[in-house]
Each structure stands twice: as C-alpha cells, then as structure tokens.
C-alpha cells in the first residue's frame, strides 16, 4: 500500500507535459516567534507558521506561494497575520498589464545612456538609489532646500562628502591588492575566501598628534583582525595544512600565536603598502593590528588624495580589486561605450557573488563584517529545496527550466549585481538582490525589476502560464517597501481567503488598519475609488498596531535557529470573520512520511495510542489550514 501511495501521489505532482516533477518531503516546525527586522520591535513580536523543506516541487511551492508563503534558503515561512507584528501581504503584477512610471522610464535611459558613455560623472553623484539603499543622502536634499545659497553650500558638502567616501574606496582598494600580494607570496592561506577591507575616517576629536608634531592620523583599517579570525577559523578546520603554506617566513613558528596575530598581518600589509605611500605621500603605519593612515604634511590632503585616486587609475592589478575596473570605465571619455551582460544561471555558490554580496551588506545595510558569513549566505541565497526541472519544448517549460537562479548583472567583464529569483510554472518570483555600491547612482533595484518584467513578457512564448511577477512580502506599516507598490497594477493576497484584491482597493483599508480581510472588500473594485470603510467591522477584524518605519529589507534572512516553539500556546482565532476557506475538518487524506514510506493518515492513525493520535491530528489541522488541502495532500509530511 505504501508504495502504491507513493505512486499516486507522485503521478499528481507531475507537470503539463507528464513528466514526474519530483517530491516534497517537509517537516513541520510549527508556529515560530522571532524578533522582527521590520519594525525592531526587540521582542519576539514576529510569528509565523515554519517548515523545512527537504525538497518541494515548483508545482507545489507555487501553490504555497498563493497562500501567502516564503522561503528563506530551504525553510518556508508563512507570517500568522492575525498575529504578527508587522502583517506581510503577497504581492504581485501581471507582466503584460505592467505599465512602467517615469520614474521607472528613466531608470532605464539613465542605464542606456550609462553604456553609451553619455552619463557625466558629476550627475552620476547627485542621483540617489531610492528605496532599495538605506542611505537618504544625495540629490534629494537638493529638492528639500530652498535659496540658491543654501543649495551652493549643500552641494559643496556633498560634493566633498563623496571625495572623502571615493578616497576611502581607494585606499580600501589598495589594502586588497596587499592582501592579494601576500596570498601571492606564501604569507597567507591561498585556498579561502578572505574578507575584503574597509577604511574609515578617523574622526577629528579622536585624532593623536605624534611626537614630531608634523603628522595626523586621518584613516584606519581593521582588517588585519578580520583576516586573522578567518586565518584562525581556517586553520582549526584543516589541522594538516603544511606551515609552508601558511607562512613562508615562519615555518618553525607557532602559526596560530605568529602568523595568525593581527598586529603580524598588519605589519605585512602596511610593509606591501609602501608603494602606494611614495605614490600618495601618505604614511602608513601598522599600530596594535591597526593600518593606520597618516598626512606627513598640514593642509587640506583630502584634494590631493582624490587625485590620486583619478591619476593612479592604472595601480589596480586586475579585475581581483573591488572598484579598480570600474572607476577606470566610469572616468572614461564621453562617446566610450559599456557592455552590459545579463546572465542566468542555477543557484550555486560563486565566490566572486560572495565577495559582491559581502559589500552590499556591509556598505548599504551597515552589517559589521563579522555578521557577514559565507555560511549565512549559503543557507540564506544559495541553499534551495526546490527541485529544478529541465526544458521539455513543448511549451510547458521555458528554456532555462524551472526552479532557483541566479540573474547576473555584467558590466565590462565585472560583476556588478544579483539578482535571486525562483522561476515557477505561473510566476518569476523575486527573492532578493544586492548590488555594487559604488553604482547606487543606477538604481539597479528598480533596474533589474524592470528586467525580470521584461524576462517574463519574453518567456511567455515559451511558457504560456509564465504571466507573474512576484515581489515578495509588501508591509503597509514599513514606509522603506512601499516602492513594490509602484510597479502597478500589482494585487495584493488576501489573507484569509487567498483571492488576489489590487491594490488601488487595498490601499486605502490598510492606511486605517495594518492587518485586513482584503477580499470583504474586493467588490467595491467597480465602485468609488475610496471605498468607505464600516468602522464596526474593521474594529472586528483586528485591533491597530504601531506604523513603525522598517529598514528596506527585500526578503530577511530567516532560519529555524532565530524562532522559539509557541506551539504550546492556544490556537484560538483572533476576533473577527473566520472564512469558511478556512481547511480545519479532516485530514485522513495528508500524506505522511514515516520510516521512508509514503501513507495517508488514514492507513497510520491506527498505529498510534488514542493521546498520540489526538495530539498527531492538532498538528495536522494546523499544517493543513496553513499549506491548504490540496498541497497537504500531495506533500510528504515527514515524521522521521
């Protein structure tokens, strides 16, 4: 019988054209509380329903994306909306309906006319990423500000500002190309991914006069501790590395007390580093692990030090140095064109998609670089449970097949963003991007939106049921993901009853309320623009919580070790309608796991006592009100 189960329910997960599309093997975590990345509440406010996914078929993880569900690597959540701090709606576009903003018309003819050579630098600086950056400075101060006065003053400090931020890339720069001279020499490991380096400016009341009374200490770097913590971590996991390979100079030394101490990396950086010192006429000084960089002369240094970075464009080796290919093309004669590749590949790890991603975080969302690990970005953007399925040619499947990818951005040869999508039997689901932070000026967010759009419009011929483009989790509460909203017409998921509502009617409940039945409202789409809200019953639906701004955060990174089990706590509804969509009656038909056989629970439950068989069947009703019948019915539900 078991066999004869499996056989059935694998023949109902297969797609249009009748190949078997794989299996879902899930085990249920049950509600999970978390602290929010959202409105950073502290406690653990957020709650959701969790799973694991061993593996899912596209078929069915399309469906659970219709019910409101995410994943973040291979753990699937679905936020308790009733509950949670922060309600999170799915939201999506229909991409032939699609119909771009101005805004959105000249994010791409600010890229065309980027590859044709016609964008000035000086505008390049003034143009600010928008919504998906989470720094607000730049151009849109210049709106704010009335007088032409005032405007002069502003922009001389921004214009300064961003000397001071293109000098520190410089110097960080020029730390990574030492780095790379010592993993090239023997002084470092070769086989591991070292961590880049960040020059920060050291303020002036923390600045120290030395002894002759004629240098300031103006920059600082402490990559020396990062590259020993990774050196140290690399070292503990291969115990038979030979000393040769760690260091040349101290094979008969303790590797882990010498070679490993930051205060001994950075004496060899700031050793390598000489070069640039003549070249700059700074001096730079290893000081308690520290690169510390001093003026040898009074004076404003920083005019001097940006020139370097224009006259010193060739001191970059190779395409190894993190800004040293692209300064050179972004300084390039008007009329000098750039090529622009955008790549598909299967979702595995790239460490030059490391390196790019490790940036983004710690320059746009200030991550320190000790959070920034490859074991997070593995299980967070790499790792997936989907099973990928090939292309069959006969218009079911579109030519790259379904499952996760990664969309590269290629500018000249670099790499300058990813994108992290699943492709799905309906829909281009839009996980996450993160991008170079030195070409925030393109707005490459909303760039490669319009792209995945685009990517969809294409593919149809190919794939008839391709017509979504999904992008992600809307919050009404979080000011800094309205901007999904502009990408129109979108609909919204409602939460109860899992009918698409657009937007245009949405709106206006959520403005009154965070969390709403949307579709008690959907028939007021023919009518007033505005709808009037009845105050009784969205006082049943649910009681207000705070509007509070959130970081601009695509999807966060959620694992089953940030929640704690509350599946003790009562599972009574929240006041308000319940629907009768609502799955809360049998569940003989789920399909369990167990011992790698496939039975429905109506062939085990006679194998358990009558307390298991109760507390079994609480599980499975709250499981299946979450994925629904239809999923609860073709998904293995395992219990080891």
Known sequence: MAGKTRNEASSSRSGGGGSNRGESVVVDVGRRRSTCGY?????????????????????????????????????????????????????????????????????????????????????????????????????????????????????????????????????????????????????????????????????????????????????????????????????????????????RHNAEEDVSSIAFLPKTIAEKLASSLNHMAKVSGMLIRACNGHINFYSARKGNFLSEGIQIVNGAKESPTGSGSEGGCLKKSSECPQGKRRKLEIRLKRSSFDPEEFALYRRYQIKVHNDTPEHVMESSYRRFLVDTPLVFVPPTGDDTVPPCGFGSFHQQYVIDGRLVAVGVIDILPRCLSSKYLFWDPDLAFLSLGKYSALQEIGWIKENQAHCPSLEYYYLGYYIHSCSKMRYKAAYRPSE?????????????????????????????????????????????????????????????????????????????ESDSEANGPTSVEIEDGDVSNVLIGLKRSCVRFKDLQHAFGPSERAYLETQLRRYMRAVGAEVAGRMVYSLG
């Open 39 to 247: 409105c950073r509440s502290g406690a653990r406010t957020s709650i959701s329903h969790g799973l694991w996914a061993h593996s899912i078929t596209v078929d069915d993880y399309q469906d659970l994306l219709d019910r409101g569900w995410r994943r973040s690597g291979s753990f699937l959540y679905k936020p308790e909306m009733e509950r949670t701090c922060c309600p999170s709606y799915t939201i999506r576009l229909r991409a032939d309906d699609f119909v771009p903003s101005k805004e959105q018309l000249r994010v791409s003819k600010r890229m065309q006319r980027f590859q044709d050579g016609t964008l000035s630098v000086k505008k390049q600086d003034k143009i600010n990423d928008g919504p998906k950056t989470s720094k607000s400075s730049g151009s849109s101060i210049h709106h704010e500000v009335s007088g032409s006065a005032a405007k002069g003053t502003l922009a001389g400090k921004d214009e300064e500002k961003n000397k001071v931020e293109a000098f520190m890339h410089y110097l960080s720069d020029q730390i990574d190309n030492a780095v790379c001279a010592c993993t090239e020499s023997g002084e470092f490991l070769c086989d591991i991914q070292l961590p880049k380096a960040s020059v920060k400016m050291v303020l002036p009341a923390k600045r120290k006069l030395q002894v002759e009374g004629s240098e300031d200490l103006l920059y600082s770097s402490n990559i020396s501790f990062q590259i020993a913590a990774t050196l140290r971590r690399a070292q503990s996991a291969e115990k038979d590395v030979p000393h040769s390979k760690l260091s």
């Open 492 to 568: 919204l998921l409602c939460p109860l009853r899992y009918q698409w509502v657009p937007f245009d009617i949405a709106r206006p409940l959520l403005d009154r309320q965070p969390y709403v039945v949307l579709s008690d409202f959907a028939v007021l789409q023919n009518g007033e623009s505005t709808p009037h809200v009845p105050e009784n019953l969205m006082e049943m639906q649910h009681n207000g919580l705070n509007e509070e701004d959130a970081n601009d955060i695509d999807d966060e990174e959620m694992d089953d070790a940030d929640f704690v089990n509350s599946d003790d």
